[in-house]
């Protein structure tokens, strides 16, 4: 009876194990299938609008038919530029003070938890306080959208610049101090440049993150209709223009929409899959 | 003697011996080019200071921006703050009209932000139902019972999800989901749970509070996975033996070797999810419907504190309302920042300050 | 050519670990001084004293006078201009992982600003072979990458690219430890060959080594120095009981 009772309870454990298993094969399952539905219906249906036109073209007046997004994808590089300029200098110089100066000091502590906030603040509430600092005083342009976006880039930086940092070895540093090397040269000339391909890798990842964003630039850079390189002005941007030709009623503005998104996403996940096949072979390959 | 293990033949001679060493002290000798050179140098002490200290400034900058935001944040929704106070977040007026309560009225000038409050947490709550299990399931799969050659694949595929932006989630949502929701899943919710009164027949268009808590939680899928794979990764391996020397299966293994061990950490990813799907706006604000009022219906629209900034600020009408706008915004930094400080705090306790990169 | 140096009354602690205690002596210029002891005695923290290298670590204090030459290194010059002066290698090889390895030799020059690469190119040729690392090297000078060396080797690298900047002083912390017995004889070789134009002051575990390449011994136990006399004495007639126990190999 109680061999019986045994081999009942063994089971039963061992059904529940299988039905576990297979509950974890099953979310697998559904969550890489979103994905790959996605991106199928996003190749299937924005590659038949991809023509030259798309790439060369601006947008047509409501209601015509054909145009492309050229202005959008030259806004979103100068725009992703300008952020940059002022993301990656900024970052990379919080990370090198978290490594190399701050290491364990309450202000250290404290930058780094600002930067985490940074992080987290909802990208609409980025867009309206930009747009309070910058675009209040003067008027909608592609600099404050610019702006948007480099701060935003800022904490990315700075933390896989400090985490690439902490990684060279102690040696090194001692190495190029015990040559009477001043310390700026020591940071700048070995520790930085030993960590360069972690630092650049975490630009990139920041880069990759920023240039999708939508809702930075509602209220800064706003979106153009024409062409515009002018940071002065109103700037389009493809993340902008996809979203306003995916709300409207006219068809051939959702063609588009899809077209652009296609475009943004492989771009997007080409910078990805770069930045994880550098961290995968090795980035500190020398260092070590 | 003591025993000495060196041979004397080991030895050198002393100092001064006749064999030629030189004498114990150097004569003065003339320093040759490069040191000549290299005392020129001088200290670097300026550029050494300059240096440390604009690496400080860069530092502060970081701080200076927060700052900033709050500054702005509190100083633009000064006006609705005075005029509401904290009624802002739940009192409705009442239509002269119609008797209803009335929440959001710019052409009044009473704001209220209580379904837009209600919206986010209802499609948050939402999300996290769906996206949890599925989360942890993926956790659970990749860390424990895949197979090693699949496991970097499919890692890579989740997080490529969440590398995919908003604004494309949301056409997509838009598009496909959306319509997919309205042809074959709401006519059967009504049908099988009308009766509770969250799925109600008066929304034809598919947007609505489902539409988007779908869509946010295939958004925030990505990140309370990894976490969890971290966290879960973060146990050692010596609770796993115990728990499988006692004869346990795997997944007895798993629920109490690992997932027990990890759980504080699990609901810190959780909350982290949570964190980004209360500040989530653009595929929210494509698929919710945007409607300003609070409806039972799951299946209704509505609207959340992200959605309604990015549709009404650009057209507010007058200073209240774009005041009232901010003063959301200011609550949902607020919000975002203690969920997401809190979350963190959770997963350092497990993952002992291991960096949490999350995306 | 080397100098002197002369230590008076050193002090040392990290934060509250009072590190050396009272270190009187006076190393002779042009000689190898090993300075050998248990671990722990302090030994590698009074080489680091003497570049000013322990100041690196934020809770280092040290009272004292160092004197080498006739510079007072702690109150004459900076601690950046005294490590020009005075060159150290290191336990484990340390060359810069993404230079070359003629960049590794002039690093020390071309790091402090120094731009002729005439010179540049006779300097690393020199050092590299005074560190007899010339003839294995000398084909592919700035395309091999410093850290493809052999342990051997990237320590031999390390000893050039100290000489290269023309030290008074060359201090080596346990220089060979961390290699095989082959390049331990190289570099020990390497030190009876260079003490005749530098001032070589060794930290050494290994006893047969400072009795092979030093002319004086300084014995330090628990932050202090016990005995500092020729290596011949210290090894053969030692003054104090314990240089005796440990020399005997009673501890350590």
């Known amino acids: 009876m109680v061999r019986d009772e045994h081999k009942l309870k063994a089971r039963i454990r061992a059904g529940i194990d299988g039905a576990a298993t297979g509950l974890a094969v099953l979310s697998t399952v559904l969550v890489v299938a979103p994905l790959v539905a996605i991106f199928i219906y996003l190749v299937y249906k924005g590659a038949s609008s991809l023509n030259l036109d798309f790439f060369t073209k601006i947008p047509k007046p409501v209601g015509e038919v054909g145009g492309g997004m050229a202005n959008a994808i030259v806004g979103s590089a100068i725009l992703l530029a300008v952020g940059s300029l002022i993301g990656v200098p900024i970052g990379i110089a919080g990370g090198i003070f978290l490594a190399e100066f701050g290491r364990g000091t309450k202000l250290a502590n404290a930058v780094r938890f600002t930067a985490d906030v940074l992080n987290g603040v909802p990208s609409i509430v980025m867009g309206i306080a930009i747009y309070s600092l910058v675009v209040v005083p003067t008027h909608f342009s592609g600099f404050s959208g610019g702006v948007a976006l480099g701060v935003m880039m800022i904490p990315t930086v700075c933390r896989t610049t400090e985490e690439m940092l902490l990684m060279v070895p102690h040696a090194v540093r001692e190495a190029a101090l015990a040559l009477g090397v001043p310390n700026w040269r020591s940071v700048l000339s070995i520790t930085v440049k030993t960590a360069s391909p972690g630092i650049i890798t975490g630009c990139m990842l920041a880069f990759a993150r920023v240039a999708g964003e939508t809702a930075p630039l509602i209220f800064t850079a706003f979106g153009n209709s024409n062409w515009s390189t002018n940071l002065n002005e109103p700037m389009a941007a493809l993340p902008l223009q996809i979203y306003v030709y995916a709300l409207s009623p006219y068809d051939d503005w959702h063609r588009l929409a899809w077209a652009g998104a296609l475009v943004l996403i492989v771009l997007i996940l080409l910078a990805v899959s770069l930045v994880r096949y550098v961290t995968s072979r090795g980035v500190l390959k020398g260092a070590s | 003697m003591p025993e000495i293990h060196i041979s004397q033949s080991q030895l050198l001679p002393e100092p001064g011996a006749p064999d030629g060493t030189a004498p114990a002290t150097a004569a003065l000798q003339e320093d040759s080019a490069i040191r000549k050179f290299l005392l020129s140098r001088g200290n670097s002490a300026i550029a050494d200071r300059g240096f440390h200290w604009l690496m400080v400034l860069c530092a502060l900058s970081i701080f200076g921006i927060v700052v900033l935001i709050a500054v702005e944040l509190v100083l633009r929704s000064h006006l609705a703050w005075e005029k509401f106070g904290l009624d802002f977040f739940y009192k409705a007026s009442i239509d002269a009209y119609t008797g209803l309560p009335q929440y959001w009225d710019p052409v009044n000038g009473h704001f209220s932000a209580l379904p837009f409050v209600y919206g986010t947490l209802v499609s948050s709550f939402l999300a996290l139902l769906l996206a949890v299990p599925l989360a942890i399931g993926v956790a659970v799969y990749l860390t424990e019972m895949c197979p090693g050659s699949l496991r970097a694949p499919l890692a890579f595929i989740t997080e490529l999800l969440a590398a995919i932006p908003s604004v494309i989630y949301g056409l997509w949502a838009v598009f496909v989901l959306v319509p997919l929701l309205r042809e074959h899943f709401n006519p059967w919710a009504i049908k099988l749970f009308g009766w509770t009164g969250f799925f109600s027949n008066d929304n034809p268009t598919g947007l609505g509070f489902v539409s988007a808590g779908i869509i946010l939680a295939i958004m925030i899928l990505p990140i309370i996975s990894s976490l969890t794979r971290e966290v879960m990764s973060a146990v050692p391996h010596s609770q796993r033996e115990a728990v499988l020397a006692l004869g346990a299966t795997r997944w007895e293994m798993i629920r109490m070797g690992v997932l027990r061990n990890a759980r504080i950490g699990i609901v810190g990813a959780v909350i982290l999810g949570l964190g980004r799907a209360l500040g989530e706006t653009m595929a929210v604000t494509m698929v919710i419907g945007n409607s300003p009022e609070i409806r039972r219906s799951l299946l209704s629209n509505g609207s959340s504190m992200a959605s309604v900034i990015a549709n009404e600020f650009a057209e507010a009408s007058g200073d209240l309302h774009l005041s009232a706008l901010m003063e959301i915004g200011l609550a949902l930094f607020i919000v975002t920042i203690i969920v997401n400080a809190f979350a963190r705090l959770l997963v350092w306790a497990v993952t002992r300050g291991a960096p949490a990169r999350v995306n | ?252």
Request: proline share 4%.
């Open chain 3, 1 to 252: 050519m080397g100098v002197g140096i002369e230590v008076t009354n050193l002090n040392a602690w990290y934060g509250t670990n009072h590190t050396l205690q009272d270190i009187n002596l006076n190393i002779p210029a042009n000689h190898a001084t090993a300075l050998i002891g248990p671990s722990g005695c302090g030994k590698s923290t009074f080489v680091r004293c003497l570049n000013r290298m322990h100041e690196t670590n934020p809770i280092a204090r040290v009272t004292g006078t160092v004197r080498i030459g006739d510079l007072d290194i702690y109150n004459d010059i900076t601690p950046v201009e005294i490590r020009r002066r005075v060159g150290m290698v290191f336990q484990r090889p340390n060359p810069f992982p993404t230079m070359s390895v003629y960049d590794n030799v002039a690093a020390g020059l071309k790091l402090n600003g120094y731009s002729n690469h005439h010179v540049l190119d006779e300097i690393v040729e020199r050092s590299l072979k005074n560190s007899a690392l010339w003839d294995e090297v000398k084909d592919d000078l700035k395309k091999k990458s410093g850290a493809s060396l052999s342990g051997g080797q990237q320590q031999r690298l390390c000893i050039a690219r100290a000489l290269a900047v023309d030290p008074e002083v060359l201090l080596m912390d346990e220089p060979a430890s961390a290699l095989d017995p082959v390049s331990t004889a190289k570099i020990e070789d390497l030190i009876f060959q260079l003490k005749s134009q530098y001032t070589i002051v060794i930290v050494t575990h290994n006893m047969q080594q400072a009795a092979r390449v030093a002319e004086k011994t300084g014995f330090f136990l628990n932050g202090r120095m016990v005995e500092f006399d020729s290596t011949h004495k210290i090894f053969t007639n030692p003054a104090d009981k314990r240089t005796e126990d440990y020399i005997t190999g009673r501890f350590g």
